[in-house]
């Protein structure tokens, strides 16, 4: 131990209350399903935390039917100003157990409670919070006089911000008039089951919410499911890729948010300490996997040297370990395959010529870590500067001009996000208007807002989520023409 070391501050885990086991939440009640169960482990400890059960194609033919029951017999012909009322009701729950939701969070994910308490829960309340407000005000959303819900959605999602990932997809679908069955990734289920103990507490009508848990195989029975009028998939490129391929020519709607390789460019006339902050926290929160990472950091080359110090200086002071720690900036990697996944992309960054620098850090013995890692010298050709590694991995590259960096920004098959650091805010307007990104935050990064639309060009996907946008996705539009105005 150094001088001035931080003390342990691990928040308990006494607040949870969790069942040895979880079934299937269908038609408002937990249900055992046909395929077995599995177990979801602690990315940090490897320890399993519950046992959870395999959805088989016959369970999500359950959930779907009580979902299409529940929107017949009673949602759908609900006002929307009740419906808004279980929604504010949903969202004020979460914030009575906000506590205890972002220490499961962090369990089975395994980022740190910081960002669970400050980030994750807070923004999953005010998602529902918004949407609730859009409830009854739905032929103010541009979409015609009488927008009507698109029948029952099916919804999934990946494992970087379980609960978030919930209510980006739940909320906006449920104050359109939809009903839902949402299945969560298979390494990180628990707040959606605790969520659907939410669903009960606030008496929403049996079938108005269903989860069902499982892998991709649970995932491929909801896409292929003949009575579902909406997909909304939040995941990886090759998967999106695939729901698009199988439900072209159906009359299913498809909204698709993929994988991103987001630009991070830095002017030379930028404040360089809240850039460097901007940095970290664009690529090294949530351990880098976030889709919207700033994981391509383009900086002028007269500022290279100093900006690398700089960052090796700061991310030398970030903390790595248990992820129940107050103190705790880095978290484990979700999983052991994606950690495989990390480490084989990085072995590429160092045998195509780049120079690995990691925070020195010690990794624990258990779990899945690991460390702060920066690329110099990277070429536009290297496989670290053009696929996604969701993982706390930055790769540097310099540019001289701004078309140089407008060039090397939209030099990627994605074009999800992007950040402009400068103190000229014309070129900020004016690079930002030549940048092919769905998102562009100008000196910040990684901002959330419900009230904002989030989305991707490209290979990203396309929909949107989030604002009165995000409400396109799950209403029939009246208007003639169709779409936002
Ligand atoms: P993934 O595509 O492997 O899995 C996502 C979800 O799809 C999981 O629930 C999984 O079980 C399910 N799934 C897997 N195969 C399926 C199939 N054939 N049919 C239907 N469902 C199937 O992705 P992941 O590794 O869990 O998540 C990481 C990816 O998600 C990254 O690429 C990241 O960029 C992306 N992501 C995008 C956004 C966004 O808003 N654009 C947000 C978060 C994550």
Known sequence: MTFLDYAPAPESTSILNLKKSYGLFIGGEFIDGHGGSFATVSPSTETTITQVAMATEADVDAAVRAARKAFSGTWSK??????????????????????ELAVAESLDNGKPIRETRDVDIPLVAAWFFYYAGWADKLEYAGLGPAPRALGV?????????????????????????????LKPAETTP??????????????????VVNIVTGAGATGAALVAHPDVNKIAFTGSTAVGRGIAQGLAGTPTRVTLELGGKGANIVFDD????????GIVSGIFFNQGHVCCAGSRLLVQENIHDDVVARLQKR??????????????????VNSKAQLQRITELANSGDSEGADRWSAPCELPAKGFWFPPTLFTGVQ??????????????????????????????????????AGIWTEKASRMLAIADKLRAGVIWANTFNKFDPASPFGGYKESGYGRE????????????SSPKGGLK
């Open 466 to 477: 989030g604002g009165k946008h995000g409400l396109a996705g799950y209403l029939e539009s």
């Open 315 to 332: 991310l030398s002071t970030l903390r790595l370990g248990d992820p129940l720690d107050k103190n705790t900036d880095i978290g484990a």
């Open 380 to 417: 536009t050709s290297h496989r670290i500067a053009r696929e996604e590694i969701f993982g706390p991995v930055l790769s540097i590259l310099t540019f001289r001009t701004p078309d140089e960096a407008v060039a090397k920004a939209n030099n990627t098959p994605y074009g999800l996000s």
């Open 190 to 207: 628990l707040t959606a089951l605790l969520f659907a103990e939410i669903c009960q507490q606030a008496d929403l009508p049996p079938g």
């Open 153 to 181: 959605a099916g919804q999934i999602i990946p494992w970087n911000f379980p609960l978030l990932m919930l209510a980006w997809k739940i909320a906006p679908a449920l104050a359109a008039g939809n009903t839902v069955v």
């Open 270 to 277: 930028a404040a360089i300490d809240q850039a460097i902050e």
């Open 78 to 99: 609900m006002p929307g100003s009740e419906r808004a009322k279980y929604l504010f009701r949903i969202a004020r729950i979460i914030q009575e157990r906000s506590r």
